[in-house]
């Protein structure tokens, strides 16, 4: 479970770091970026309680949804609602469930920061 938030924040650095080339998709990289920084760290806050978890994935799924809905940019948008849909299915019952989930939502995640800053740079 410790290997999520280094995950994440190392991602998640490289994609702010790389920046926006436009001002029409600024917004939606900063956005993205956003969501995805606290959506990690509640993840990263509540491992340890499958249901705390659950609940966070489902409102991290719901900020990406909103976001792709105003990202303007297909690529992205497809990235951010696949990540979204991805968290949807996960239902976390119990601290297996729980370390599984972690480990599927930073595979996941990391595919979506590489997709972020390619769209963004």
Do not use: H, W, Y
Not at 4 to 26: N, Q
Not at 91 to 101: C, G, Q, Y
């Amino acid at each position: 479970m410790r290997f999520l938030p280094l995950a994440a924040v190392a991602a998640i650095g490289f994609t702010v770091l790389t920046g926006c080339s436009t001002v029409d998709k600024a917004q939606a990289c900063i956005e993205a970026n956003k969501t995805l920084a606290d959506m990690g760290a509640k993840i990263t806050g509540v491992a340890g309680d499958p249901a705390a978890m659950e609940k966070a994935l489902k409102d991290g799924a719901a900020k990406l949804e909103d976001v792709a809905g105003t990202a303007g940019n297909t690529t992205l948008n497809e990235a951010l609602q696949s990540l979204a849909d991805s968290l949807k299915k996960l239902n976390i019952d119990n601290p297996e469930e729980a370390a599984a989930a972690a480990q599927k939502v930073a595979t996941d995640t990391a595919r979506t920061v590489r997709t972020i800053a390619e769209e963004c740079t």
